[in-house]
């Protein structure tokens, strides 16, 4: 019922040059991967050229971040009208990098996810709990907190086009992955509060797994009830890597 959507999150890495690279290596890989949306999201300035390397592709392009406003004195932002010339369909928001590091809040996140709408861009937006909140067995909260918060300007009628993306921060880049049974429950439970908060969307909305998703773990976190696809950092640099994630089993 929902399409499976595998999304690449290439942070920091990659020239123009390398991403026209992966493309063409990439692509024939995904060529028959025709049941699910894939995406990926190079940095701000490789977006063009990558635009031009999926171009005759089914590949989505996306950006991992944006400004909600529209234009003006904003040194060092992007607007959402920007993306949208540039042909993305997808843009993650409020991911915990950017949450820890730029000390991202979740109404700051809200009004990036209501732009992008506005734009007709998806927002893929993050939760996730660090280690310590897990410890103290609050995950249920943290990551309710930040559903709440983060998805509190989406209007109804247009929920279904949100991507909620549950990644736990202490699986982070770190090698270590919630088991499938884990991320599972984390997933029911976020669908759960999905249809308290917007209603029937919740059962359309895809919900995606991030942290160190590999190769080797993919089948079994696809294979649970309310994982929808993955995000993927790390293992999707390599076109062999991420084509395989891609036609998980
Ligand atoms: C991410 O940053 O969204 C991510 C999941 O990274 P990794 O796959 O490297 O853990």
């Known amino acids: ?10 942070k920091m890495h990659k020239t123009c040059a390398e991403a026209q690279a992966f493309a063409e290596s990439f692509l024939p890989l995904v060529a028959h991967a025709n049941a699910v949306d894939v995406v990926i999201a190079p940095p701000f300035t490789t977006l063009s050229a ?49 949450r ?34 897990r410890e103290a067995s609050r995950t249920f909260d943290v990551v309710g907190g930040q559903l709440t918060g983060s998805l509190a300007s989406i209007p109804a009628d247009r929920a279904e086009e949100v991507v909620v993306a549950y990644e736990p921060v202490w699986a982070i880049g770190t090698g270590k992955t919630a088991t499938p049974e884990m991320a599972q429950e984390v997933h029911a439970f976020i669908r759960e509060h999905l249809g308290k908060q917007l209603g029937a969307a919740a059962e359309a909305i895809r919900i995606q797994y991030g942290g160190s998703v590999k ?6 976190l696809m294979a649970q009830t309310d994982i929808d696809g993955a995000l993927v950092g790390g293992a999707s640099l390599e076109p062999e890597t991420f084509a395989r994630i891609v036609n998980f089993e």
């Open 215 to 220: 190769p080797d773990n993919v089948d079994a």
């Open 100 to 133: 820890a590091l730029y000390g991202e809040q979740d109404d700051f996140i809200a009004a990036k996810a209501a732009a992008l709408l506005a734009r007709n861009i998806r927002p893929i937006v993050c939760v996730g709990e660090t280690l310590d909140e």
């Open 50 to 98: 990558l635009a031009d390397a999926l171009r005759a592709s089914q590949v989505h392009l996306a950006a991992q971040n944006v400004n909600p406003e529209e234009k003006g004195a904003f040194t060092g932002e992007i607007a959402p009208g920007m993306l949208e010339a540039l042909g993305c369909s997808y843009t993650i928001v409020g991911h915990s990098e950017r």
């Open 1 to 10: 019922m929902r399409r499976p959507i595998l999304a690449a999150n290439w």
